[in-house]
């Protein structure tokens, strides 16, 4: 019930908006997260949006990217600036109840690329 959107090649210093559908789910009471998987990492998280409207970055994107949630269109949005080459991942978006993103929250996105390249 997860479906992202708006990956694809960007130049460094461009930005991008990735999009988080979420359908058959209360969104209302979820814990939305993004997290990305760079070529030969691990999985991180990379945003985190809380019911309560409050929201929590990895030090590596604080300050460039920022997480929203559109309660009306059951939505979350993750807005990319100042990309780097280092941003290169397939990006996620994960659905919990309980207030934690981390890696096993109950529900999946089946992911999108994101590629920043001169």
């Known amino acids: 019930p997860l479906v992202e959107s708006g990956g694809g090649l960007v130049r460094p210093g461009g930005s991008l908006l990735l999009s988080c559908a979420v359908s058959?789910?209360?969104?209302?009471?979820?814990?939305i997260g993004w997290f990305r998987q760079g070529p030969g990492k691990r999985r991180e998280m990379v945003s985190c949006?809380?019911?309560?409207?409050?929201?929590h970055y990895a030090d590596s994107v604080e300050g460039r990217f920022t997480i929203s949630r559109d309660k009306v269109n059951n939505t979350v949005y993750m807005q990319m600036n100042n990309l780097k080459p280092e941003d290169t991942a397939v990006y996620y978006c994960?659905?919990?109840?309980?207030?934690?993103?981390?890696?096993?929250?109950?529900?999946w996105g089946k992911g999108i690329l994101v590629t920043v390249s001169s």
């Open positions: 994960a659905a919990d109840l309980a207030p934690l993103c981390v890696d096993g929250m109950n529900f």
């Open positions: 949006s809380y019911p309560d409207d409050d929201t």
């Open positions: 058959r789910l209360p969104f209302v009471h979820y814990t």
